[in-house]
């Protein structure tokens, strides 16, 4: 357990001088300190040559995505699903699935998070698929840790799914997801666009494999009778009900039950229409994309889906599917890992942001490259997020390689701000910008704007999906059914128009700032919905309030400084687990981490703290721990796919957050860019001008 600093309200501030090194003094009892200028620009020239060398022959940077091992387990099953067991490969993964696991036998759904019953059992039948015995110690460790947690039983509804069609779970048990939903008119409150967009993607396949029922028969070696607490009985395996009568779960396993009796009628007079109009969805969604949704669960069970429609193995789609889900493995040394999806959209824009606030030349040709690149990615045509936001033309980007069913709001703003620093660095407006530049700034624009909510707010991928019913169905145990508004995509809205002109008096500037200051906790902390945790939130907010002109001497604004500077570290870094997405858990305690502490200080920035001494500590705290070539180091997961339940380790977040911080602080301090010439040429002695 980190411990904190108690921070007076009343902190002395001493002023930030450009010195030859960094000095510490004793004021009315509170340690103040100066961090010179030079250190921060020689930190600085470390950071970006290391990103700028990692830059990719056409123009964009991508790093690895990392998620836990369930993607492993799952990749395992998938090849087994299609006979494609091939015993090295299940060797390797499994390894790699080993060698995530636990001492005490469990498997967690990030570094240090406690065990996670799903994970478990998965990972368990995975390495018993790849021929590990039950009897091996690394195997009884896992099986005692499961049943400790309650048994297969305890699973979370898409484990049980795969655990039936090998024969390790009864269909009884698992939750109807009927096919028939993509019949639903889009008038009718549950219908598939009502879903947020990856659990459309994840759903529409496994509602096919939920109405066939496909039959993988396994090796007598590979059964898992073993971890079900008490015996295999389909008693147990029943969905369990509230111990409330009247609760909407309740009323939805009622409606479960209606839909397993339809499921064994005879007469299904929808079934045959309903699987057809889903495999057309499915496979028009194929076309312009790195497979289905350009992730790992939905083309996963894409494939799984068009087996049981009777496609060949070498369908066009399935065989493009599998080349996709081939290039996120990573081999390395005797292991196998997946990745959950890549980001190169997302981590090419965010590096641009970060170079260029440092003043990186924009005219330099690994900018243009960069920006060019980005410019292909823009999406061309309407995607689901059309069916609610109708007489818009496309206009946003995606996260993967290509996406184009599925732009996002966050990856699109992101890329907006970076287009404007590099085409019109000068100042001038965004109308002067190059004309084919210029159109896509209009078409990002029209497109962001068009995807704001009711409540104000931004959400990532669709328009006022909020349908709070949708959380009480049985199969939404994945806790992520629905994608509303977030205070931190919201917040980078504001950021974005800042940047092309859009201001306070803009409505839709006002109704989004109304809901930000609604979202505020008692404490002064937002929540981060796609970065862990409140300092995701918190730092993205106070920088958009910042960006569109709003008082940050204002008492609102000052307690979320108090906020930051109550949670530091006393290493003078800022860190969060995952597991402050857990009710009642304290926020913003973990280890200190180079990429929370970058959005602590950016946070404290922008609302006017320069030279706090927290903010001195912070800066410390990232020029200690970079390293000799210039970047920093982070094992902890700071990323956040949906709260709760998975969660991910970007590994450029390490990178290019400190450096924009080091970068933002330079500018907010000296009014000037960091970057010169001098700057661009290799440091030898890159610690020569600070004092550790």
Known sequence: MKTRLDHAETESVQAIVPSAARTHSVLNGHLTSTISLEAIRQALRGAIHYLRDRQQPDGHWVAELEGDTILESEYILLLQFLGKNDPEKFRKLANYIRSKQHPEGYWAIYPGGPPEVSASVKAYFACKLAGFSESEPFMIRARRAILSLGGVTHCNTFTKLYLSIFGQYDWYGVPVIPPELILMPKWFYFNIYEMSSWSRAILVPLSVINALRPYRPIPAHATIDELFVGGKSRKRMRLPWDSRPLTWRNVFLIVDKILKLYHASPIKPFRKLALQRCLQWLLEREENSGGLGAIFPAMTHAIMAYKCMGLPDDHPAIQKELKELAAFEIEEGDTIRLQPCVSPVWDTAISLNALLDSGYPPESEEIRKAAEWLLSKQTRKKGDWAVKVRNVEPGGWYFENENEFYPDVDDTIMVLMALYKTYCHDGRPWTEAPPEVREAMRKGLN????????????????????????????????????????????????????????????????????????????????????????????????????????????????????????????????????????????????????????????????????????VQRGIEYLLKNQTDDGTWLEEWFTGTGFPRVFYLRYHFYRHYFPLWALAQYHRFVTGEPAYTPELAQPSTDRFANLEV
């Open 447 to 614: 497109w962001v704007f068009a995807m704001q909510n009711r409540d104000g707010g931004w959400a990532s991928f669709d328009k006022d999906n909020n349908r709070i019913l949708f959380q009480y169905v049985p199969y939404a145990d994945h806790n992520a059914m629905l994608d509303p508004s977030s205070a931190d995509i919201t917040a980078r809205v504001l950021e974005m128009c800042s940047y092309y002109g859009i201001g306070k008096t803009d409505p839709r500037v006002k109704r989004a700032i109304a809901y930000l200051y609604k979202e505020q906790e008692e404490d002064g902390s937002w929540f981060g919905r796609w970065g862990v945790n409140y300092l995701y939130g918190t730092w993205q907010v106070l920088r958009g309030l910042s960006r569109i002109g709003e008082d940050m001497r204002s008492e609102r604004i000052q307690r979320a400084v108090r906020w930051l500077h109550s949670v530091q570290n006393e290493d003078g870094g800022w860190g969060e687990s995952c597991q402050s997405y857990e009710p009642g858990h304290p926020k913003a305690t973990g280890p200190s981490t180079p990429s929370q502490t970058a959005w602590a200080l950016m946070g404290l920035f922008n609302a006017g703290d320069l030279s706090s001494c927290a």
